[in-house]
């Protein structure tokens, strides 16, 4: 390597640091410059280098961010180095791009570096032949642990829990507790609680360790438990389990089998990353996007993600489209509905969007309940009705101004009206039925309240006019 | 009261704990039901044994559902037991509500037993008498504790955090760690790490209580710090705190001053509730619906928050009659345009909503950066090409049935291919270049996108129709 590239490199580098240390965490488009600068001129030691200091979920997000010819030569660069965490962090079709690329035994290697919870998420976005390639390369121990846990249904607790707890009986002292600790080898990386059991190992509460370090050796361990003690069944829903910790302010929680015998723990990093991928899911659900839509898709995946909702939004545009031509006549008479009309069935498409919103998000949240439903229904109608009047004036007003027909402008107004108020019951009865049957209403609703929106849109504004107008 | 009464509300207890056991976290309708009944016969002594074994969390819950009469009649009746942690789970608008409601007495003691963390998010939201009062009720050094918090910037670390500290010299052993904890009275009540720094209070690195107490009295605390360690500047932006703790899997982060000196620390409680009230906004936001909008809000607050943004859209709405109409004449000679249309519009709409909804998210998530955004922008193009094409297919096809015109067809089908590609290149240039300078692009996208969806479909249409079936 000539000098001159040594110290355009040396620059690169120290400009990326620089960045890092900004506090912002994203990854410097200088540092990103260095690495795939050391991956063009094949130098190893140098993006050893200038990847030591990443996180490994930075470098997963920087190998998402690439195209895949670079990728493929920088995973083949790294070699030995590239670790299990990596692995974890990636995105799951780029993570299945990378293991075909990773020699056998580096993947072997970086697999047996990982936590059981993880090499589990691994395997579970995998195919088969993959899958027993990784397992294959487990040690028998964590190879029945990772089965184990595959045995649970998916999105349980039961897929997300560390099986490694670390739990005493009950009847211990501080004392007990601490020698405890300080003789066994292999407690798991992170704890935060010691799970109190009683004889039959079924949780009974948890002591967190700052207490225990701060009391006396003689003090008895239930004397100091916490006072929020919330136990998982193994086979809870992961979103369920993300909702305890959000709601109870949870750090970890014991996990417990049918007989209620404890069996794992589940941590807070894990819960929250599934209130991340949750509020992912709902958000690009409620677009019609498919709930695993993500930027590494291909082309095809992503058409095909969404040429489901378009096509159920041409159904039900063609079922709007139907009302319009029932209406043909009127029209023909009067070409200012035909310029009007989109406006009505707009206005109320958006409401309509903006009340299910709020609906779907109060049903997630647990905001929405029985107990509080019809209370909530009638101020969402009075807020279209509200809203209603407000802008039914309002077009009215402009619909006065710009085509001088009297009659014209009462009837977008009622019409605006009435599709404000549709919108809006439309918009929460819609998802709380949905929900009532357990269908998602974020997956759901959209649809059906367009339609809602749309016929009654049209048929209000270009009905009164044929009633009223002709 | 009489025993039959007696005998009713004992009913309701015992069904209320049987839900609890059922392990789902949602308060049962029993439970609720028998509360109320404690409230409707002024029990006092009964609603605080059905009431004690609840969260306060879930209490919350419970008073935000309930009707604002029944909700006063409640805090009235549970009067002394009313603790301070409800206040901090209570949404705003009620919070504000139970305050004035609370006995100042009362308040004072609840407030109180608050965190000054959590006593700093309660102020946020009060008006200045409301909040004088409480600052009144603290300790002096509490009272001083949560102005200095106050005096960080709204939305920073600062006001996040926790100055409560557990931090020890760095070049102490696991020995004096220990007997430090253990003779100190005033520790926090929870605490994960012990941070270490130099002696100009720099933080330089966490070591987790488990590691002190899985390690022999004379290892250094140096030697068995985190590999992880993330220093928060206290100025910033708490969406970037959150993100840290995802990206980087914390548990608990230091926070600095200026100077890099140590002030107070974050826990990642504090972080999932930043993460899920981000979400909830960028969601809000995204359907227009105001980012703090929340079912306890009145019709008025609420009617308002939506108004604005049916406003824009009424405006774009009116810009693409304007489209319309200039296509009049087209129109009154082939009624069946007016009748088609719509779809067109709708289909681009739709298209460009998920397309940006997808790029919000990976803005939001930091997945969309310099590095791939020209990558991304092809993909989108050519997804849009793809659906336009089976998208335009199908509606001529239906065209072509429909209305027995070839020619309107093939103006169907062009225009439909046309729209759903500008669908995808706004539903993605849009956001970035709102991202790009610095405007929150869940906010302001979607009246653009609509807006370019809109225009281009009916022009698209309506002028091929003009100058192709004329």
Redesign the interface.
């Known amino acids: 390597m000539s000098d001159d590239k040594d110290e355009r490199i040396e620059d690169l580098t120290d400009e990326a640091s620089e960045a890092q240390e900004e506090?912002?965490?994203?990854?410097e488009?200088r540092a990103?410059a260095a690495i795939l600068y050391a991956v063009d001129i094949n130098d190893a030691a140098k993006l050893t280098e200038l990847m030591e200091p990443l996180?490994a979920?930075?470098i997963a997000?920087l190998l998402?961010?690439?195209?895949a010819y670079d990728r493929r030569r920088l995973v083949q660069l790294y070699d030995r180095e590239f670790d299990g965490e990596i692995l974890s962090e990636l995105d799951e079709r780029i993570r299945e791009e990378v293991i075909s690329v990773l020699r056998p035994d580096v993947l072997a290697d970086a697999v047996r570096e990982m936590d059981s919870d993880d090499v589990v998420d691994l395997l579970e976005d995998l195919d088969e032949p993959q899958q027993e390639a990784i397992l294959d390369a487990l040690e028998d121990a964590d190879r029945v642990a990772v089965e184990q846990a595959m045995s649970y249904p998916e999105y349980s607790a039961g897929r997300l829990m560390q099986r490694e707890v670390v739990a005493a009986p009950e009847h211990w002292t501080v004392g007990e507790a601490?020698d405890f600790?300080?003789s066994?080898e292999d407690?798991?990386?992170?704890?935060?609680h010691v799970v109190l059991v009683d004889p039959r190992m079924h949780p009974v509460g948890n002591v967190?360790?700052?207490k225990?370090?701060?009391s006396?050796r003689d003090v008895g361990l239930r004397e100091i438990m916490e006072e929020?003690f919330q136990v998982i069944?193994v086979t809870?829903y992961e979103g369920?389990v993300a909702?305890?910790?959000?709601?109870?302010?949870l750090?970890s929680a014991p996990v417990v089998d049918a007989d209620d015998r404890l069996v794992g723990v589940i941590t807070?990093?894990d819960?929250?990353?599934v209130?991340?991928d949750e509020?992912?899911e709902?958000?690009?659900r409620?677009?019609?996007?498919g709930d695993d839509?993500?930027?590494s898709d291909t082309?095809?995946e992503?058409?095909k993600g969404?040429?489901l909702?378009?096509?159920v939004?041409?159904l039900t545009?063609?079922l709007?489209?139907l009302v319009?031509?029932a209406f043909?006549e009127t029209?023909?008479q009067m070409?200012?509905?035909?310029?009007?009309?989109?406006?009505v069935?707009?206005?109320g498409g958006?409401?309509g969007?903006?009340t299910?919103?709020?609906t779907v998000?109060?049903l997630a949240?647990?905001?929405?309940?029985?107990?509080?439903a019809m209370?909530?229904v009638i101020?969402?109608v009075?807020?279209g009705a509200?809203?209603g009047v407000?802008?039914g004036l309002?077009?009215a007003a402009?619909t006065g101004l710009w085509f001088g027909v009297p009659m014209l402008a009462v009837v977008i107004g009622v019409a605006m009206l009435a599709t404000q108020v549709a919108a809006a019951l439309g918009g929460i009865v819609i998802p709380m039925t949905l929900d009532r049957f357990n269908i998602d209403p974020a997956l759901a609703s959209g649809p059906f309240v367009?339609t809602v929106t749309?016929v009654v849109g049209?048929f209000a504004f270009l009905g009164l006019a044929a009633s009223v107008l002709m």
Chains 1, 2 share one sequence.
Do not use: C, K
């Open positions: 506090g912002s965490y994203l990854l488009r990103i996180h979920a930075d997000d998402e961010q690439m195209n601490i600790l300080r066994h407690l798991p990386d992170q704890f935060y967190t360790l700052g225990i370090m701060r006396r929020v069944p809870q369920d909702y305890a910790f959000n709601q109870y302010h750090i807070i990093d819960a929250m990353a209130l991340d509020h992912e709902d958000i690009l409620m677009a019609g996007v839509a993500s930027l082309i095809i992503a058409a969404r040429a909702w378009l096509f939004n041409l545009a063609i709007a489209s319009i031509e043909a029209i023909n070409v200012a509905l035909a310029v009007l009309m989109p406006i069935a707009s206005m958006n409401a969007t903006q299910m919103t709020v998000r109060a949240t647990r905001d929405l309940t029985a107990q509080n209370r909530v101020r969402e009075s807020v509200l809203n407000l802008f309002t077009m402009v367009t749309d049209f």
